[in-house]
């Protein structure tokens, strides 16, 4: 008998076929995240539940499910911070992610935030699309050229490196960084640094590449944001709350720094009205992995996890539990 999988939203086709040759699929008719009580009962109801962002297994919800039925919760995405791997173990319930198959895409998105911010493209098109453009002239929307200037890495993990070596090979731009431990090879020419603000006050662009989790919760706050210089630009492709949103916001309402690019948002789906107001900040909907290649690579990647774990087998991208 096929073991019980529970899809938490429709992956592309491909990967959904592979699945369902392979175990007994039931997928969600929606593409929003599974709600408290949804995810309780499924770990009750299945054998295995393939979540993604936004389904939310928390402490309460394994304490919810009791003894659960899934023995693997195997997450389509990177980050896991939405899972509390220590109580999924406490659980019984193995927590794998997909890493690697996401660094290329999500660095492309980041150097893509990088040139919308720094060169004000966001505020170009939609002054286009509002029919307010009256003609080229000279000083219009001028920006930051970013040839040859510097970048700060937050997070010089494979994601951290990948837009490194973006900027660096690509436009010309001196790389810094931090990292919590020390980085032998960045894999371009850069400079490690000894603090977050050090970092920040050095660059003219930052791109923030950490992992989410209470770890990362608000670790670029006020005083990390007070250090930036006043023409500098922030972008984050990590992960929202990495970032206190409403020092941002202030931020960039009071012109401390010129500009930002988002991907991610502190409560997603909800974006602040006051962040949605402003000229200087770029907004997307969390397109950092969103090429149909990339999708179904991460999709294949969780169906790895998963054939390995029910042949016996250790899945590649098992989760220690932190400690």
């Given at each position: 008998m096929r073991e019980s999988l529970l899809i938490s939203r429709?992956?592309?086709?491909?990967?959904?076929?592979?699945?369902?040759?392979?175990?007994?699929?039931?997928?969600r008719p929606t593409t929003l995240p599974m709600s408290e009580a949804e995810a309780?009962?499924?770990?009750?109801?299945?054998?295995?539940?393939?979540?993604?962002?936004?389904?939310?297994?928390?402490?309460d919800i394994f304490a919810a499910a009791g003894t659960p039925r899934a023995r693997i919760l195997a997450n389509f995405g990177v980050g896991y911070n939405h899972i509390d791997v220590a109580a999924a173990a406490k659980a019984g319930v193995v927590v794998?992610?997909?890493?690697?198959?996401?660094?290329?895409?999500?660095?492309?998105?980041?150097?893509?935030?990088?040139?919308m911010s720094a060169r004000r493209l966001g505020e170009g098109e939609r002054l286009v699309r509002a029919?307010?453009?009256?003609?080229?002239?000279?000083?219009?929307?001028?920006?930051?050229?970013?040839?040859?200037?510097?970048?700060?890495?937050?997070?010089?993990?494979?994601?951290?490196?990948?837009?490194?070596?973006?900027?660096?090979?690509?436009?010309?731009?001196?790389?810094?960084?931090?990292?919590?431990?020390?980085?032998?090879?960045?894999?371009?020419?850069?400079?490690?640094?000894?603090?977050?603000?050090?970092?920040?006050?050095?660059?003219?662009?930052?791109?923030?590449?950490?992992?989410?989790?209470?770890?990362?919760?608000?670790?670029?706050g006020r005083a990390e944001l007070a250090a930036?210089?006043?023409?500098?630009?922030?972008?984050?492709?990590?992960?929202?709350?990495?970032?206190?949103?409403?020092a941002l916001i202030e931020a960039l309402e009071e012109g401390r720094i010129t500009g930002a690019g988002l991907d991610v948002y502190e409560h997603e789906p909800e974006v602040p009205e006051r962040l949605r107001r402003l000229e200087n900040v770029t907004l997307l909907p969390h397109l950092g992995t969103n090429s149909e290649e990339v999708r179904t690579n991460m999709g294949m990647m969780a169906a790895d996890n998963l054939e390995a774990f029910f042949e016996g087998r250790p899945p590649a991208n098992a989760i220690q539990p932190a400690g």
């Amino acid at each position: 008998m096929r073991e019980s999988l529970l899809i938490s939203r429709a992956l592309p086709a491909p990967v959904m076929e592979r699945l369902a040759r392979r175990f007994a699929v039931t997928t969600r008719p929606t593409t929003l995240p599974m709600s408290e009580a949804e995810a309780a009962s499924a770990l009750g109801e299945h054998d295995a539940i393939l979540p993604t962002l936004g389904d939310a297994f928390t402490a309460d919800i394994f304490a919810a499910a009791g003894t659960p039925r899934a023995r693997i919760l195997a997450n389509f995405g990177v980050g896991y911070n939405h899972i509390d791997v220590a109580a999924a173990a406490k659980a019984g319930v193995v927590v794998t992610n997909t890493p690697g198959a996401v660094t290329d895409a999500t660095a492309d998105i980041a150097m893509a935030l990088i040139l919308m911010s720094a060169r004000r493209l966001g505020e170009g098109e939609r002054l286009v699309r509002a029919g307010r453009w009256k003609g080229w002239h000279p000083t219009q929307l001028l920006g930051l050229h970013i040839g040859g200037k510097v970048l700060g890495v937050i997070g010089m993990g494979r994601i951290g490196r990948a837009i490194a070596r973006r900027a660096h090979l690509g436009f010309g731009m001196d790389v810094v960084f931090f990292n919590r431990s020390k980085v032998e090879d960045p894999g371009v020419p850069a400079r490690q640094l000894e603090s977050i603000k050090a970092v920040m006050g050095a660059a003219d662009v930052i791109a923030i590449a950490v992992p989410g989790g209470a770890a990362t919760h608000h670790l670029i706050g006020r005083a990390e944001l007070a250090a930036m210089r006043p023409h500098a630009h922030l972008v984050n492709i990590s992960r929202g709350d990495v970032i206190d949103e409403p020092a941002l916001i202030e931020a960039l309402e009071e012109g401390r720094i010129t500009g930002a690019g988002l991907d991610v948002y502190e409560h997603e789906p909800e974006v602040p009205e006051r962040l949605r107001r402003l000229e200087n900040v770029t907004l997307l909907p969390h397109l950092g992995t969103n090429s149909e290649e990339v999708r179904t690579n991460m999709g294949m990647m969780a169906a790895d996890n998963l054939e390995a774990f029910f042949e016996g087998r250790p899945p590649a991208n098992a989760i220690q539990p932190a400690g």
